[in-house]
C-alpha cells in the first residue's frame, strides 16, 4: 500500500491509500552441459549446476543438466544432489567421442524444446568449441572464460576478464537466450544433499551424418589433474635451467596435491612438454593458490593465470614482475628455497 495525497472539500489535505501491482519474479530455467570422463562427471560440472541452482533459487526456475555420449549410465544421480532437478540423456554410439557437429546440433534441439533462457557450460576445450557455434545457431549471446555469474531482473550479468586479464567487465545480453562458459574453480559446490533422484529425460534427436569424426584419443599423464581444474598448481620458469629440476616441483606437488605447469620460456627451453605451458598460448587456469617458481611475470604469462585465488612468488630477483602480481613472495634462490617449503609442507600435512 502506498499513502497518496489527496484534497477534501475545503482543500484540506488528506491521505488514502492506492495498491500498487506486484513485481512479478521472472522464472529463468538454467541448462548446464555436463561433461564427463571414464564414467564420472568433471567436478567443473558440478560447480556449474551448483551456481545454476542458486540462480535458478532466486528466479524460481528449474536446472537441466544435459549429458551427452554413448553409455552414459549413472551420471544423472551424480549431478542430483548439487541441485539439478533433471537431467536430459543423449546416448548413441556415434557420441561416443565428442564430436562438434553432433554436440551443437542436439543442444540446438534441446534449447528449441526445453527454452532455458540460460545455457552454461565449462570454459574447456569442448566448451571453447561448440559454445561459439551454438551461438551462431541459436541467435544467442555468449560470454566466454566467466569467472562470476548473477541475475539482474531475470537476466544473465557475466564477469569476465578483458585484455589479457587487465581488467575485469561485466557483460549483459539482448538476445532471449543467454550463452557462457566459465572457468574451472570459479565458483564452489553445494554441499552434497543425500537422497536426491533427478527427473530423467531421455532423448533421440536428429543428428546429421558426420563429416568429421575422431580417430585417436591420446591419453596425457595417467594421474595427473589437467591444469585447467587443478586447484594446486606448481610452475615453473626458465630458471629451472633443464627438465631434470622439475623433479624438485613434483615432489613438493605430491605434498600438497598440485598440477605441475610451466611458463612459455621453460617450454620453449624444452624442460617441459607443452600441455604443461600456462599463459596466453597455453592453458589459462584458475586455481585456488598458484606457486610461480623461477618466473618473471611476463604479461603473456600472467594472461593465463592472473585470476587465481592466491598467487604466491618464488624469484631471486626482488624486481621481478610476478612480484606485483602476487600475494606473496618470497626473494631467493629456488633451489635453496623450494626444498626447505617442501619440508615444512610435510610436517604441515603430517600433523593435520
Known sequence: MVPERSRGVEGTPRLRSVTTPKEEKIMTDILVLGEHADGKVKKTTFELVSKASQLAGESGGKVFCLFIGNKVGDLPGQVACFGAKAAIVVEDEKLANYNTIAFKEILVQVINQFKPSIVLGTASPTGKDVFPRLAVSVKAGLATDAIELRLDNGKLVAKRPVFSGKTLVEVSYKTPVQLATCRPNSFPTNEASTGAAPEIIKLSPQISELRCVMKEKVQGVVGKQDLTEAEIIVSGGRAMANADNFKILNAMADVIGATVGASRAAVDSGYAPHDMQVGQTGKVVNPKLYMACGISGAIQHLAGMRTSKVI???????????????????????????????????????ES
Do not use: C
Not at 325 to 330: F, L, M, S, V
Open 312 to 350: 604466491v612468488a618464488i624469484n631471486k630477483d626482488p624486481e621481478a614482475p610476478i612480484f606485483s602480481k602476487a600475494d606473496y613472495g618470497i626473494v631467493g634462490d629456488l633451489f635453496t628455497v623450494i626444498p626447505l617449503l617442501t619440508d615444512e609442507l610435510k610436517k604441515v600435512v603430517a
